[in-house]
Nanobody, 123 residues
Framework: QVQLVESGGGLVQAGGSLRLSCLASGRTFSSYAMGWFRQAPGKGREFVGTIRWSGDRTDYADSVKGRFTISRDNAKNTMYLQMNSLKPEDTAVYYC????????????????WGQGTQVTVSS
């Protein structure tokens, strides 16, 4: 069992930056690939990016490539999402999730989910 808790969301102006964190419970964090998803009002859950168990490889959605960076610190059981050059269309609830699969872009590949954190980008 893995419990995930996101933090770091908030309100930011377009062009600004935010860093989200995802803290995992348990001793098995390093055995999971981790992912970020987001869901805007009235839309489905969208893949943002994923990072492999050791953190040596990442995969991003085209919509965020070059602007968002995922990293992880297995010693701290934490994954991060650094978001730069934010746009109003990045406004959504952001979720972190854990999977045994790599690479995994589909939400149904993920076993554990956090509760989400709101990111709002004003124009």
């Amino acid at each position: 069992q893995v419990q995930l808790v996101e933090s770091g969301g908030g309100l930011v102006q377009a062009g600004g930056s935010l860093r989200l964190s995802c803290l995992a419970s348990g001793r098995t964090f390093s055995s999971y690939a981790m992912g970020w998803f987001r869901q805007a009002p009235g839309k489905g859950r969208e893949f943002v990016g994923t990072i492999r168990w050791s953190g040596d490889r990442t995969d991003y959605a085209d919509s965020v490539k070059g602007r968002f960076t995922i990293s992880r610190d297995n010693a701290k059981n934490t994954m991060y999402l650094q978001m730069n050059s934010l746009k109003p269309e990045d406004t959504a609830v952001y979720y972190c999730a854990a999977t045994r699969l790599w690479p995994a872009r589909a939400s149904n590949a993920y076993t554990y989910w956090g509760q989400g954190t709101q990111v709002t980008v004003s124009s």
